[in-house]
């Protein structure tokens, strides 16, 4: 029973660099998110999905790019890697904005 | 300006020191509020959702409850494994989409 599987657990970048934050989920959840958590400022949402090939903008989403082409996963991009970039990343989903959501246990990200 | 704060922002308990935490949410239209909580290193764990004033849950020493401006979680005689930091969150909705608000959560020690 995996849940929601997040990829990698950590993650060094420099300044510039891109790279793909991978999350899986096996519940067939529509609803699947993106949250950055940072020391203070709790966990802020960066882009969101209510389903396959249907995406949106949450809170924060300046830098980042996101695609659903299937129903199980949710990756996002990070295109041009900043140093206020670096924080714990969450992906989550849930049938619907107003369930319960399920956490992957996040990819720490450092860009130095 | 949907919002939605918790207090303090860290306690710290005695083992068998009862308490509680606050939650208040400034959202128009309620459609639910949840709790969860979130172990260094993981991803927040779901535990309780609360749909209307007056509704009540239990699970072992917790019980989360709902008013119409704020919703508490009590803590019954607390042990150190509940030690974490406790987060509650309400969904909002913007055009034809929804997505969570969380709060900054609270940090709960437990001291044996």
């Known amino acids: 029973n995996a849940g929601v599987t997040q990829t990698p657990k950590f993650q060094v970048l420099k300044t510039g660099q891109s790279m793909t934050l991978q999350c899986a989920q096996d519940m067939n959840h529509e609803y699947m998110s993106w949250y950055r958590q940072d020391p203070g400022m709790g966990l802020r949402l960066i882009h969101y999905?209510?389903?396959?090939?249907?995406?949106d903008q949450g809170e924060v989403p300046n830098g980042y790019n996101v695609s659903r082409s299937t129903t199980e996963d949710f990756p996002l991009r990070l295109l041009s890697a900043a140093p206020s970039q670096t924080s714990v990343y969450f992906c989550?989903?849930?049938?619907?904005?107003?369930?319960?959501?399920?956490f992957g246990d996040g990819t720490r990200l450092s860009i130095l | 300006e949907d919002q939605v704060t918790q207090s303090p922002e860290a306690l710290r308990l005695q083992e068998g020191e009862s308490s509680s935490l606050n939650c208040s949410y400034t959202v128009s239209g309620l459609r639910g509020l949840f709790w969860y909580r979130q172990d260094p290193g993981k991803g927040p764990e779901f535990l309780f959702t609360?749909?209307?004033a007056g509704e009540e849950k239990e699970k072992e020493r917790l019980k989360a409850t709902l008013t119409k401006k704020e919703s508490f979680l009590h803590i019954t005689a607390p042990k150190p494994e509940d030690s974490a930091t406790y987060l509650c969150?309400?969904?909002?909705?913007?055009?034809?989409?929804?997505?969570?608000?969380f709060g900054k959560g609270t940090k709960l020690s437990v001291k044996p």
């Open positions: 989550a989903s849930s049938y619907s904005p107003n369930q319960p959501q399920h």
């Open positions: 969150a309400v969904p909002i909705y913007g055009g034809s989409q929804g997505n969570l608000i």
């Open positions: 609360l749909y209307s």
């Open positions: 999905s209510v389903g396959a090939g249907i995406t």
